[in-house]
């Protein structure tokens, strides 16, 4: 429904004809960081050591 909203049909008569797709270059730097991940190696999905316990996400808040 968002985008619907934002720009299908949906969207109202009332609001402003304004651009809403971000610039080029800051759309191409979204994309190639979403599509990075595809480019790491996989051991940089392995946990680590210092996050089995759990402590590091506890003090950053996580758990709440």
Known sequence: ??????WGPLRPFHCADVY???SRPLGLAFFAAAV???WLPSSSYQIRAFERSGRLYELMGVRL
């Open 36 to 38: 990075a991940v595809w």
């Open 20 to 22: 809403l797709l971000p």
């Open 1 to 6: 429904m968002f985008w619907l909203y934002v």
